[in-house]
């Protein structure tokens, strides 16, 4: 690993984290409720993650480098042109964005990554403390005004 990265990881590493703990949270939630597994319900997230991930990839090496490398058949066509013209928009969009499509993606990582084996997740909330000790409050009294007979 070249010491930019290292430090770019260990920049963007505080807020990952706390992303990725919102992520895990959300997906504990989700699945707790809905009965599906956490990996499950990221798909949608992984798929948004890993598409950045290639866009930054296209911004980064030049979209006419790649189209140049493609076959001849594919260089003519248009769909494919186009979708690499996307992804490098994108990517470019992500690249002037740095600083939130970085933890995005590790966050989303970290948090499906949390999610799935359990851990970051919210303290288990047990049925003695949702109770209330009506005891220790006292009488419950209404307030001035009100007629408790009725």
């Given at each position: 690993m070249t010491p930019a990265a290292a430090l770019a990881l260990l920049f963007f590493a505080p807020l990952a984290f706390v992303y990725g703990r919102h992520?895990?949270?959300?997906?504990?939630?989700?699945?707790?409720?809905?009965?599906?597994?956490?990996?499950?319900?990221?798909?949608g997230r992984i798929v948004r993650a890993l598409g950045l991930v290639l866009a930054l990839a296209i911004a980064?090496?030049?979209?006419?480098?790649?189209?140049?490398?493609l076959p001849p058949t594919l260089q003519r066509n248009g769909g494919v042109l186009l979708v690499l013209w996307a992804l490098d928009?994108?990517?470019g969009?992500?690249?002037?964005?740095?600083?939130l499509s970085v933890p995005y993606v590790m966050g989303s990582a970290l948090g499906i990554a949390a999610a799935a084996t359990g851990r970051l997740l919210p303290p288990a909330e047990t049925a003695a403390e949702d109770e209330v000790d009506e005891t220790a409050a006292g009488p419950s009294e209404a307030p001035a005004g009100i007629d408790k007979t009725t």
């Amino acid at each position: 690993m070249t010491p930019a990265a290292a430090l770019a990881l260990l920049f963007f590493a505080p807020l990952a984290f706390v992303y990725g703990r919102h992520v895990a949270h959300g997906l504990h939630r989700a699945a707790a409720a809905t009965g599906r597994t956490p990996l499950r319900l990221s798909r949608g997230r992984i798929v948004r993650a890993l598409g950045l991930v290639l866009a930054l990839a296209i911004a980064i090496a030049g979209r006419e480098t790649l189209a140049a490398g493609l076959p001849p058949t594919l260089q003519r066509n248009g769909g494919v042109l186009l979708v690499l013209w996307a992804l490098d928009k994108i990517g470019g969009l992500g690249l002037i964005l740095f600083f939130l499509s970085v933890p995005y993606v590790m966050g989303s990582a970290l948090g499906i990554a949390a999610a799935a084996t359990g851990r970051l997740l919210p303290p288990a909330e047990t049925a003695a403390e949702d109770e209330v000790d009506e005891t220790a409050a006292g009488p419950s009294e209404a307030p001035a005004g009100i007629d408790k007979t009725t």
